[in-house]
C-alpha cells in the first residue's frame, strides 16, 4: 500500500516543473511513505507532503531530504450576530487592473510562507506572489479584494474566497470563507487596521451569508496568531509541510525538466 500522489497543476506550470502533492496522517507509516515517495519520483520533481500535526524537521524519504519548511494552523470563526459596517478607511479593490501598491502588499504577506524559506523556490517567490495577486484580481484566485487607505495611499490588504467544505457530522457541503493575502506595510502596524481588514472579510461573509471563515498561517507568525485569537478565531486544525526533492532530474535545454531514468 502507497499514499495517493495527486498533481498540482497551478504550480506545477508556474515553476515549469511537475509537482505532486502527498497528504499523511500523523501517525503515518514510514515504510509507506517511503515507498511513495520512491514511485512519485520518477512522475514529480517535488513533492509536498502535508502531515497532520506538528512533526519533526525533517521525515525518513526514499534517497533525499524530505524537510520541514512549514508549521500551519488553520483557525476558523462561525461569523453571527451583526458585523460592524465597513470602516471608512476600508475600500473594496475593484479595479481588473493590478496597481504597484497591491503588488507591493502581496509581496509582503508571503515573507514566511514555505516558497520564501525553501531556497529552491525562494529566487521565485517575488514572482509567485505577482502572479497571485494579479490573479487574485482578475478574479481567478480571489471573489473579493479589500484594502486599508491611508488618503490614497493603500497600505493594508486581504483577500478572501468562497469555497465548499464537506462537514464532517453529517457529510453536506457548506460553504466557507477562506482568506489568503494579508498583509499592512509597516509604517502602519499596530494600529489595528489587520484586525479593521478581517472584519471586512466578515462583512463580506455576512452579505452573502457564508457561516465560517478561516485563515491559515505559520506557527512562528505571533502577529497574525495574536490578531486571530483576539479576532474570535478558534484554532480547529495543525500541519506540517515537507518538501521533497526528487532526485535524478536534470534540465534539458530542448525537453525542459526531465527524470534521468526515463
Known amino acids: 500500500m502507497v499514499y495517493q500522489i495527486h498533481p498540482v497543476d497551478w504550480e506545477s506550470t508556474f515553476f515549469g516543473f511537475p509537482i505532486g502533492s502527498l497528504d499523511i496522517p500523523a501517525d503515518f507509516s514510514p515504510t509507506e511513505l517511503q ?126 474566497r468562497c469555497a465548499k467544505r464537506i462537514l464532517a457530522d453529517n457529510g453536506q457541503p457548506e460553504r466557507e470563507a477562506r482568506i489568503g493575502m494579508l498583509a499592512v506595510h509597516e509604517e502602519f502596524r499596530r494600529k489595528g487596521i489587520a484586525g479593521t481588514l478581517l472584519r471586512a472579510c466578515e462583512f463580506w461573509c455576512q452579505s452573502l451569508d457564508i457561516p465560517t471563515a478561516a485563515i491559515v498561517t505559520q506557527s512562528d507568525n505571533v502577529a497574525t496568531i495574536g490578531l486571530c485569537q483576539k479576532s474570535g478565531y478558534k484554532q480547529v486544525e495543525t500541519d506540517s509541510v515537507y518538501h521533497y526533492w526528487s532526485s535524478g532530474w536534470t534540465y534539458d535545454t530542448r525537453y525542459g525538466w526531465m527524470q534521468r531514468n526515463r
Open 35 to 160: 515507498e511513495s515517495l520512491r514511485q512519485g519520483q520518477q512522475r514529480f520533481r517535488l513533492i509536498y507532503v502535508f502531515r497532520q500535526g506538528f512533526g519533526p524537521e525533517t521525515l525518513d524519504s526514499f534517497d533525499a531530504p524530505c524537510i520541514r519548511y512549514d508549521q500551519r494552523i488553520t483557525f476558523k470563526k462561525t461569523i453571527v450576530g451583526n458585523v460592524p459596517p465597513l470602516d471608512e478607511h476600508v475600500k473594496a479593490y475593484t479595479s481588473m487592473v493590478c496597481c504597484k501598491q497591491l503588488e507591493a502588499l502581496a509581496i509582503k504577506s508571503g515573507a514566511m510562507t514555505r516558497f520564501m524559506r525553501d531556497p529552491e523556490l525562494s529566487l521565485q517567490y517575488e514572482r509567485l506572489f505577482l502572479t497571485w495577486i494579479n490573479n487574485s484580481v482578475s478574479g481567478g484566485l480571489a471573489d473579493s479584494i479589500w484594502t486599508w487607505r491611508d488618503n490614497d495611499r493603500m497600505v493594508g490588504l486581504v483577500t478572501v
